[in-house]
């Protein structure tokens, strides 16, 4: 047996939007993050700054992939909702037809 599926659109969209907020966020705060450790490389020699270098070239990596993941789950929350929003009024559609 299978159980209706129900699903609540403003509360879907309010989390579509929520997770777009949060993906700019993220990329605002990085985007600030690296420059700050960008301007601090130069203060830094030898071995030291090639470490420097590889820990911001990895974290600047792994934020790319975090901010991607973010941007298409909010994208896909928000084009879920649009797509079930579609489709429940076209359903709807026919039934506003039927007189009791």
Request: aromatic fraction near 4%; charge should be negative.
């Amino acid at each position: 047996m299978t159980t209706p599926l129900r699903v609540n659109l403003a509360d879907l969209a309010t989390s579509a939007g929520q997770v777009q907020d949060q993906h700019a966020a993220f990329v605002a705060a990085h985007t600030s993050s690296l420059g700050q450790m960008e301007a601090a490389q130069p203060g830094w020699i030898g071995t030291s700054a090639a470490a420097l270098a590889a820990l911001i070239q990895g974290w600047d990596a792994e934020a790319a992939i975090l901010g991607g993941r973010l941007a298409t789950d909010g994208t896909g929350l928000a084009t879920t909702g649009r797509a079930l929003a579609s489709t429940d009024a076209k359903n709807a559609a026919p039934l506003t037809t039927i007189t009791v």
